[in-house]
């Protein structure tokens, strides 16, 4: 093992990474933000970076994400934002405590979280923010709606009263070095170009610990960062 390096330290390393990038490619400091993703880290993990100031993290379950934030509720200004594919039969689960769904890839699952958004949303929370997760890389293994398909889904999001559309998220194709992200990227911010730019779709969420300074030099708002934070998740 490597010398300790504290999940303060490395959230400090992120948030630099990101600061560099964002100048290197002259946009404005702040334009991109760190979702810290803490999948099946610990609630201490998480309190230690909340410590440092982190307030947003980034969940693939479920289940794990509503257990945390149970036993993270002393935490004000915590957000949790479900980052993994979500079944419909989930909707109910997550939108008691979710701040966003940046997985949302289907005409049902929006219907299914607007509906349990009305009925079961406490209203101390804000109205829940979703992106649509695009599969940028058409992969047949992958979730997320082909960009074919994404115009008729923002269209259909638009008329869900109890959803706020926020923007885009991808996932490229696992590659060796960041370089191979970028046209992917490149293309996820083309498509949001065409939907009608920043103005209708402020958020592009992409880029993780691999690739994290080419994503925000195409143009990420939110970067999603777990292992360069928390080290290599538990089996
Ligand atoms: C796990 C995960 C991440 C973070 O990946 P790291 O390589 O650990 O930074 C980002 N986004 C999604 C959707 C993930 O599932």
């Not at 607007?114 to 923010?129: I, Y």
Request: aromatic fraction near 2%; glycine fraction near 6%; proline fraction near 6%.
């Amino acid at each position: 093992m490597e010398g300790a390096v504290s999940v303060q330290e490395a959230l400090e390393m992120q948030k630099r990474r990101i600061r560099q990038a964002l100048e290197r490619s002259a946009r404005a400091p702040g334009a991109a933000r760190l979702l810290a993703v803490s999948k099946k880290q610990s609630v201490e993990a998480i309190r230690e970076a909340y410590a440092a100031g982190q307030r947003d993290f980034g969940e693939n379950y479920a289940q794990e994400l509503v257990q945390k934030a149970e036993e993270l509720r002393d935490l004000p200004e915590l957000r949790l934002h479900m980052i993994g594919h979500l079944q419909s039969n989930k909707a109910k689960l997550v939108v008691q405590t979710a701040h966003s769904i940046q997985s949302v890839d289907s005409i049902s699952l929006a219907k299914e979280l607007n509906k349990h958004a009305r009925d079961k949303r406490p209203g101390h929370l804000p109205k829940l923010e979703v992106l649509i997760e695009v599969n940028i890389g058409r992969e047949p293994q992958k979730h997320g709606a082909l960009p074919e398909d994404v115009p008729a889904l923002v269209a259909a999001i638009r008329e869900l009263p109890h959803l706020t559309l926020k923007g885009l998220m991808c996932i490229p194709p696992a590659a060796d070095s960041a370089e191979e992200s970028r046209p992917f990227f490149r293309a996820i911010a083309e498509l949001r170009a065409e939907l009608g730019g920043e103005a209708a779709l402020p958020e592009l969420s992409m880029g993780m610990s691999q690739d994290a300074e080419v994503a925000v030099e195409e143009g990420a708002t939110w970067v999603r960062i777990g292992t360069a934070i928390f080290g290599a998740r538990p089996a």
